[in-house]
Nanobody, 126 residues
Framework: QVQLIESGGGLVQAGGSVRLSCVDP????????MGWFRQAPGKEREFIAA????????DYEESVKGRFTISRDTVKNTLYLQMNRLEPEDTAVYYC???????????????????WGQGTPVTVSS
């Protein structure tokens, strides 16, 4: 059963921009915190950004602050990650995820998230 549908990844040159989308077609997670993670080859999955159910609160990993923006459209049931000024080090598979409802605040640990998208690859060429 597909719960989250990601799209938007691809090949981009350094300095370019990409916007990732993550659709919740069943409107199942509208009241849950959602986040973005990424996993580069040979590395562990790492937190990128998270947003509250309303989109009013956000948290970012330090290396993407000022370059990436997380947002959500509650009407379209879609989570976005706008990525600007991309660097080769941003190359990874990007995942959207839903935070477990037991956590009251925005969390960064992968273990705090219990629903994951299929991942979309982003490759940044130098």
């Amino acid at each position: 059963q597909v719960q989250l549908i990601e799209s938007g990844g691809g090949l981009v040159q350094a300095g370019g921009s990409v916007r990732l989308s993550c659709v919740d077609p069943g409107r199942t997670f509208s009241r849950r915190v959602m986040g973005w993670f990424r996993q580069a080859p040979g590395k562990e999955r790492e937190f990128i950004a998270a947003t509250s159910s309303s989109g009013g609160s956000t948290d970012y990993e330090e290396s993407v602050k000022g370059r990436f923006t997380i947002s959500r459209d509650t009407v379209k049931n879609t989570l976005y990650l706008q990525m600007n000024r991309l660097e080769p080090e941003d190359t990874a598979v990007y995942y959207c995820a839903v935070q477990s409802s037991v956590y009251p605040v925005l969390a960064r640990a992968t273990t705090a998230y219990d629903v994951w998208g299929q991942g979309t690859p982003v490759t940044v060429s130098s």
